[in-house]
């Protein structure tokens, strides 16, 4: 498909790594762009490895599968790098987000050889530091929008805090420390 950004979602179940794909769909779609955000499990158990997947295109989507061979690729745990193919399919143009403390150095023996981009990002730090709590959708968000450049950063900005405020109504308090999560971790993609 052309001008389509296809994004693979690898976490575990309870990390938001599905929200986050939603997140982006709705964000997108808000842009003005044609979208699709779903997920893919097996037994829906908190901490099984799920699979969550966005389309997002200037054109209208009209393939309706899981992506197979994605532009780019989040991992929110950096334990499934050890269980699942992460790599699997994705494009040595595109690149791979991987949340993990560890430098890429230290990481590329699991990625199975893949010659693309590979970015890090410390969610755990991030979302802490923000937060005051362990979130890594929020910080992985922000850093697959960063390297996938699907959108315009301050549009993404401005749609985010809209989707938060009506999210978080009741609780404002954790408005400002999810924003400034997004913000923290646009900057510490490395």
């Not at 979602?9 to 929200?19: C, E, L, M, P, Y």
């Not at 109504?169 to 954790?174: D, L, N, R």
């Amino acid at each position: 498909m052309n001008n389509c950004i296809e994004i693979r979602w690898h976490g575990r179940g309870g990390q938001g790594a599905k929200t986050a794909a939603l997140l982006l769909a709705d964000v997108a779609f808000k842009t003005g762009r044609f979208v699709q955000g779903f997920p893919e499990y097996g037994p829906e158990r908190m901490g099984a490895p799920i699979t969550a997947y966005d389309r997002i295109s200037t054109n209208e989507i009209r393939v309706h599968s899981n992506i197979y061979k994605p532009d780019f690729v989040a991992v929110v745990d950096e334990s499934l790098l050890d269980a699942v193919d992460v790599t699997d399919g994705l494009r040595a143009d595109g690149g791979i987000l991987i949340n993990t403390a560890k430098s890429k150095d230290d990481i590329m023996s699991k990625l199975k050889g893949y010659k693309g981009n590979v970015y890090t990002i410390d969610a755990r730090k991030v979302s802490v530091a923000c937060l005051g709590k362990y979130f890594p959708n929020t910080p992985m968000l922000a850093g697959i929008v960063k390297i996938s450049g699907v959108m315009e950063w301050h549009k993404f900005l401005e749609e985010m805090e809209i989707s938060f405020r009506h999210k978080f109504s009741s609780k404002p308090e954790v408005i400002d420390g999810n924003m400034n999560a997004l913000k923290m971790a646009f900057n510490e993609v490395k």
